[in-house]
């Protein structure tokens, strides 16, 4: 069984990568093989809107890193996607790597039957983090697959694994920040358990 965490922030090994490493490491803990892709590492051109895709499943664009990245989706039986919320909404890069996997799901649907998962983080407390959340579950579901939450057996903590670096306190006039996001122990306990539901599910589905 393998999962791949896609992290669509501008920055790498900050607070999107800690929170999809803590999805990782709960999956292999399961017996998962795991690997992290930061968007940032690569050259992905932004999509030429030439339509080509509606005909066959190809990109027009073969000079970039992407056909890359997309052997790695198809090999993953589960994809979680993370991305921080810039303007209550996925960055930038996390948008165009969905813009460029448009053409694997126009006339195929390439990545249909694994397993989704999304974790967004934002500064702010109500920063856009369902926003961004949900336009991650929107592309997993519109793309086939079966997207997972990070409910656990006690019942619901949060609905998406969604984090905040706001630490909600003002001292001396001053607003108090988080220093890591594995501080947000709500957010975090919600990345472990999106990482057992990921790796449950895939095994039901395995059988
Ligand atoms: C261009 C930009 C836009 C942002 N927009 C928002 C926003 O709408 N709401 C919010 O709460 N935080 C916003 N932030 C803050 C980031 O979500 C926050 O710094 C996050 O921790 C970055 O994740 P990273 O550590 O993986 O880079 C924005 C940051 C940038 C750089």
Redesign the pocket.
């Known amino acids: 069984m393998k999962i791949i965490a896609v992290?669509g922030?501008?920055?790498k090994g900050?607070?999107?990568?800690?929170m999809l490493n803590t999805v990782l490491e709960e999956a292999a803990a399961q017996g998962a093989a795991v690997e992290l892709l930061e968007l940032s590492d690569y050259n992905i051109k932004h999509c030429l809107s030439c339509n080509k895709c509606l005909g066959r499943p190809q990109c027009s664009i073969t000079d970039d890193d992407m056909a890359g990245i997309a052997e790695k989706l198809l090999e993953a039986d589960g994809i979680v996607l993370?991305s921080?919320?810039?303007?209550?909404?996925v960055?930038a890069l996390m948008k165009n790597f969905m813009d460029r996997t448009r053409y694997m799901h126009m006339t195929q649907n390439m990545l249909a039957g694994k397993v989704g998962a999304a974790v967004t983080?934002?500064?702010?407390?109500?920063?856009?983090?369902e926003m961004a959340l949900r336009m991650m579950e929107f592309f997993l579901t519109a793309q086939g697959l079966l997207v997972v939450d990070p409910r656990g057996q006690e019942g619901p903590i949060m609905y998406g694994a969604a984090?905040?670096?706001?630490l909600a306190d003002v001292q001396d006039g001053k607003i108090l920040w988080r220093k890591s996001?594995m501080e947000d122990e709500a957010a975090i306990l919600a990345c472990r358990q999106l990482g057992r539901n990921m790796v449950n599910l895939i095994s039901k589905l395995k059988k």
Do not use: D
Not at 84 to 89: G, L, M, S
């Open positions: 992290n922030s501008h920055r900050k607070n999107t990568a800690l993370g921080p919320v810039y303007w209550a909404n960055t983080i934002a500064g702010l407390r109500n920063g856009g983090q984090a905040g670096s706001l996001i």
